[in-house]
């Protein structure tokens, strides 16, 4: 009877750990859509401080890092004034520490250097995020150029594929 009830306590106590770990459950694929809205949101509000939150100190994308991207925000920012960001997932893959996510992202905003003349960004994108420092952060894929040097994917060489697009 004391080996049944302990053994349901330690039951108990391993779901609770196991709940708090960084795994591949949809726990973690809810959480790297939700940093996708408060990208959104930071987009939305044009606030650059805000858009960086969501991305790692060590964050390198075919030679662009954390300042270029910083850079590049501003001058967005500057250009247009975003009305609506939205994002359309085709995959959330998550393994470890690791998401992988593909979709597409929709901007409409005013060209403040056109006579607010209406556009609409669409990118297709893939990017890759990291589990550090209790939440999940745009890592990029680590590359100083585009063909410098493997990607840090989970994906085998044989499924993936460098120059594959998304289906949307």
Known sequence: MQVRALLGILLVFAGFALAGCSGSGTSDESQVRGRYSEWARAMENERVDHYMLIFSPNYL????????????AAELFDQYEIQDVSHQFQTVQVAGNFADVWGTE???????????????????????????????????????????????????????????????
Request: net charge negative; proline share 5%.
């Open 61 to 72: 994308d075919n030679g662009y890092d954390y300042v270029e991207v910083r850079i590049f």
């Open 106 to 168: 929709i901007i409409d905003a005013l060209d403040t250097f056109d006579g607010n003349r209406p556009v609409r960004i669409t990118t297709d994108f893939n990017d890759i995020w990291r589990y550090e420092s209790g939440n999940w952060y745009l890592y990029g894929n680590q590359r100083s150029n585009v063909m410098a040097q493997p990607a840090p994917f989970r994906h085998s060489k044989e499924n993936f594929n460098l120059n594959a697009k998304p289906k949307l």
